[in-house]
T-cell receptor, first 113, second 113 residues
């Protein structure tokens, strides 16, 4: 069974640009969550999607957005990038909404110059 | 504000040693506490604890939760170099609370041969 797949794995952007990250969950998993991981703040919750609807959102500005498609694949977008957005963005999937046991992808490493 | 605090932040031991990692929490609407292991990028699930005093075991790893004192410990006996990783503690909350899992900043364990 394939795991959670995130693309791209690495990317470099400059301030002011926007970026879109993609996540394909494990087959049969309908919930997708996104987390930002930085050395200073650790893992912080961004949002959770289930059945194409955002079910939960963390304390991030509106520049961070996401969506989920009918096949459960999810994308997150960050607009007007800032230096502080440099981080590892992790996607996690679970069978049901709000499950504690999450299956994480390898992440997308974003560097903002 | 809900928070999860892990200690120590880093730890260096030799193969064969036994280690204890700590996680304390202050959250509203507690549902469960989870431990993850992060070796390179993707955190992998270790344990989920919901009841006080019941030890969960998996091989050389074990964990227990104290809901009265609001903490959990993760024990690793007879450590091996393959146990080197960041161990993350997270707390899940009942629906209605903003955000999904709240993570601690992790304990970085280094096991020397």
């Amino acid at each position: 069974k394939a795991g959670v797949t995130q693309t791209p794995r690495y990317l470099i952007k400059t301030r002011g640009q926007q970026v879109t990250l993609s996540c394909s969950p494990i087959s049969g998993h309908r919930s997708v969550s996104w987390y930002q991981q930085t050395p200073g703040q650790g893992l912080q919750f961004l949002f959770e999607y289930f059945s194409e609807t955002q079910r939960n959102k963390g304390n991030f500005p509106g520049r961070f957005s996401g969506r989920q498609f009918s096949n459960s694949r999810s994308e997150m977008n960050v607009s007007t990038l800032e230096l502080g957005d440099s981080a590892l963005y992790l996607c996690a999937s679970s069978v049901i909404q709000g499950a504690g046991e999450l299956f994480f992808g390898e992440g997308s490493r974003l560097t903002v110059l | 504000e809900d928070k999860v605090v892990q200690s120590p932040l880093s730890l260096v031991v030799h193969e064969g040693d036994t280690v204890t990692l700590n996680c304390s929490y202050e959250v509203t609407n507690f549902r469960s506490l989870l431990w993850y292991k992060q070796e390179k990028k993707a955190p992998t699930f270790l344990f989920m604890l919901t009841s006080s005093g019941i030890e969960k075991k998996s091989g050389r790893l074990s964990s227990i939760l104290d809901k009265k004192e609001l903490f959990s410990i993760l024990n690793i006996t007879a450590t091996q170099t393959g146990d080197s990783a960041v161990y993350l503690c997270a707390v899940d909350r009942h629906r209605g609370s903003q955000g999904n899992l709240i993570f601690g900043k992790g304990t970085k364990l280094s096991v020397k041969p």
